[in-house]
């Protein structure tokens, strides 16, 4: 059995596929957020730098107005007026660059700054050039704003975007990872389980094998000193005792390898298209053998309807299951009752018999693998079968129900839904 140990790389590798997707997908989602993130915070700040010159130019533009309006002041002066107005239209000149509309006007303003006197014809000119230039000023700041906030609308959207699809990514990889843990885990515990019916199959062989071995054996010897004897009726005594043991010899094997193969997920349901009745007839006659003297065993069939489409060998070895558990369970006076029934949804076998029952403390383990009601009895048994009968019938969409009154009758039914053949 394979030892669990801690993932390799490779075993990520191959067995996460979608985490690594999904990493590699979010990660890059991510560094595209990182970006739209760092370019809306640019956006943002050149939106209040352009706010903060519009400010700037509208004080220094009423500031000109101000200094402008002084009858009398010495140009080019450094501590009078003349040294403010060209002072703060050289601030103009670095608020506004060279290609800008309003250029033009901080030249006219700066020529007004060299001249005698502002007063008469220059101070209508400059007052309606300070004008126009806060009036520019304005509509300049309305169109950056009005752009400036489209594009951080624009880049909110991006962003709101990105997070979700980020979110999306990291659920959806989430959910995936989650279900691999889930089916890795699954799988620790179906082969934790095997091997505990590997190593369960051990102890019981031991005990299960040897004594029908050492019964054969035995049977084997005695033929041979009754051949000696001339006495055929006890050979042929001895000689179905062997077969009856090699029988249950094989059924043990059997209920092994069929509950490996079960618990692999080996083992499929294929259905056909057969006579039920006629299987039920078949397997009583296989299983005759097996009885008690003083056992009966019946065949009750239901309706008209005999045909049904499923799988053939796995209701057969259910169907041998369960008569041969009341077989040897049931007592020695026990009548087994066959029963099958067949309606327009549903298909239902029914075994039951009169005999000594399960005891409640029992029954809520039945189906449990390996378990037994009397584990010391000698009756021959692995405690697989109920198990077995339960997974064929999952195996074809069907259920198995139980019931049981102790020292009156026990019943076990399996119902499966009608499926039509592809052929009708």
């Known amino acids: ?9 490779q075993e990520i590798r191959e067995g996460f596929p979608t985490l690594l997707w999904g990493s590699a997908v979010a990660a890059t989602l991510v560094i595209i957020l990182t970006i739209v993130a760092f370019y809306f915070i640019e956006v943002q700040h050149e939106a209040e730098k352009t706010q903060a010159k519009t400010s700037r130019v509208l004080d220094i533009a009423d500031s000109l107005a101000e200094a402008f309006e002084l009858k009398y ?18 601030r103009l000149r670095g608020l506004v660059p060279v290609d800008d509309e309003r250029w033009s006007i901080i030249e006219r303003l700066e020529q007004w700054t060299e001249a005698d006197s502002v007063v008469g014809k220059y101070s209508q000119q400059i007052g309606s050039n300070l004008n126009s230039l806060k009036r520019k000023t304005l509509e300049l700041s ?6 400036t906030e489209a594009t951080r609308q624009r880049l909110q959207a991006i962003l709101i975007m990105l997070t979700c699809l980020i979110l999306v990514v990291i659920a959806f990889s989430t959910g995936a990872i989650l279900g691999e843990l889930k089916h890795r885990y699954k799988a620790y515990r179906r082969e934790k389980e095997l091997n505990r019916l590997k190593s369960h199959f051990i102890s019981i062989a031991s005990h299960e094998f ?30 179905k005792k062997i077969h ?11 209920d092994f390898l069929s509950i490996e193969k079960l618990e692999n997920g080996k083992l499929v349901s294929v259905p056909q298209r057969f006579d039920l009745a006629q299987l039920c007839h078949e397997v009583i006659e296989e299983i005759q053998v097996m009885l008690q003297p003083k056992q009966h065993l019946h065949y009750l069939q ?48 029914k075994v039951a018999d009169d005999g000594v029952g399960v005891p409640d403390v029992h029954q809520k ?18 405690g697989l079968g109920l198990t077995i009968v339960k997974k064929y019938a999952e195996l074809m969409s069907g259920v198995i129900t139980f019931s049981s009154i102790p020292n009156h009758e026990t019943s076990f039914e399996l119902s499966f839904p009608v499926f039509r053949s592809p052929h009708v």
Do not use: H
């Open 365 to 382: 383990n039945l189906f449990t693998p390996f378990y037994r009601v009397n584990p010391n009895t000698s009756i021959p048994g692995t």
């Open 244 to 254: 009856y043991t090699i029988s249950n010899l094989a059924a043990i094997l059997e």
């Open 302 to 349: 239901q309706g008209t309807r005999t045909e049904v489409w499923m799988d053939k060998n796995l209701l057969r070895n259910s169907i041998i299951n369960l008569l041969s558990n009341s077989a040897k369970y049931a007592g020695e006076q026990a009548t087994i009752t066959l029963e099958t029934l067949i309606t327009e949804n549903r298909i239902v076998v």
């Open 142 to 147: 309305s169109f950056q704003r009005t752009k």
């Open 210 to 239: 040897r004594t029908p071995l050492s019964s054969i054996k035995l049977s084997v010897s005695l033929v041979e000193k009754y051949a000696e004897m001339g006495d055929p009726g006890n050979i042929l005594k001895q000689t």
């Open 1 to 9: 059995m394979k030892k669990t140990t801690i993932l390799s790389a």
């Open 73 to 90: 002041y010495t140009p080019g002066s450094t501590d009078g007026y003349g040294g403010d107005t060209r002072s703060l239209v050289n």
